[in-house]
DNA sequence: ACTAAATACATTGATATCAATAGAAATGAG
DNA sequence: CTCATTTCTATTGATATCAATGTATTTAGT
């Protein structure tokens, strides 16, 4: 039937070069490996960490804006909780305000683990940056930081109207 | 016990708005989504499209080599394939040379499926690439490399030596 | 107040990801 | 040639990720 559909190599190997998709996947499991590496005597992963460390605010915040935060879908979110609160460290409560919100709480312990876990963070950071070429590390991030929030709106996509999740930024300055 | 272990919230936002890993997830988990819907209608996920692309060569990889490219797990590898064996899309064949090794071949149906998404690929990237400020993607690739290639040898971390996988480069020029 | 719509979260099912481990085959030292 | 080592892949168990869907609660329109 659809035999012989030949795709040049050369085109596989542009894809290879340019994709952007590709290249953020590719450098997202190498930094997630080394912080994993890094953070697993503090017994955490590198979205562990990012996930507990978002919770450290002055009020315990919902779920909703923690996922957009961290730009992850909200069911992920629901998943990504359930091992730490096994281990006791994040009290997953109900808003009595709202009571279809949740109040994601750091407890003493998920506080100590985090503070055990945050030098391995900057001497593993320090690390990262002084092998970047000069500035690379902020303009990285400024680079990371628009993907994220271009790809999160997309007008010419239908999928945003399609599943009216993710919406945006959080966690106020 | 460990309790008022207190972290203050400025190290939270420092975390928040330095941490290259953060960013790369977070970009990462984007770019999945954006071409996730994109490439639906095609029948393939971002991953999958990239790792199909990266079977069409000349001679068919062994599992090693596309694993280094993809900077992902041997093992990640070997479970992605499932789904694409079940489907067809893929074979894996004994190497009669080697047969240790494996043999990743693209089928016929699968080289159609690859060839239908191209188009919705180049496509997406385009659109991507029109919205990051001017020189933005080729930059945003060259650093997304750096960090690639870098986190891949930590000559600091002990990691690389208990666990000599990812060895780096891959699939010839 | 009543009800339709919107909001916030949970569950299920499928795939992705990696550490730890195990197995099979090839290689090298003697 | 023999055996220990190395190389290459698969399996298992745990977590991460998202689409599709369901449920409870609140809000808004009347």
Chains 1, 2 share one sequence.
């Not at 912080?35 to 979205?47: C, E, K, Q």
């Not at 069911?75 to 730490?84: E, G, R, S, V």
């Amino acid at each position: 039937m659809s035999n012989s559909v030949e795709i040049p190599f050369s085109t596989t190997l542009l894809v290879r070069d340019t994709c952007l998709c590709l290249h953020a996947q590719r450098a997202a499991r190498a930094l997630a490996r080394l912080f994993d590496d890094a953070l697993r005597p503090a017994g955490l992963t590198n979205g562990q960490f990012s996930l507990m460390m978002s919770l450290n605010r002055p009020e315990p915040p919902p779920m909703g804006p923690v996922a957009s935060l961290l730009a992850m879908d909200q069911t992920t979110l629901t998943a990504a909780l359930k091992p730490l609160q096994r281990k006791g460290w994040v009290m997953v409560m109900e808003n009595p305000k709202d009571r279809r919100r949740r109040l994601l709480v750091l407890t003493g312990e998920g506080k100590a683990v985090l503070a055990r876990a945050l030098p391995i963070w900057k001497e593993t950071h320090a690390m990262l940056d002084g092998r970047l070429p000069d500035g690379g590390s902020a303009r990285l991030r400024q680079e990371l930081l628009a993907v994220s929030g271009m790809a999160v709106e997309t007008p010419k996509s239908a999928a945003s109207l399609r599943r009216p999740r993710h919406s945006g930024r959080a966690m106020g300055e």
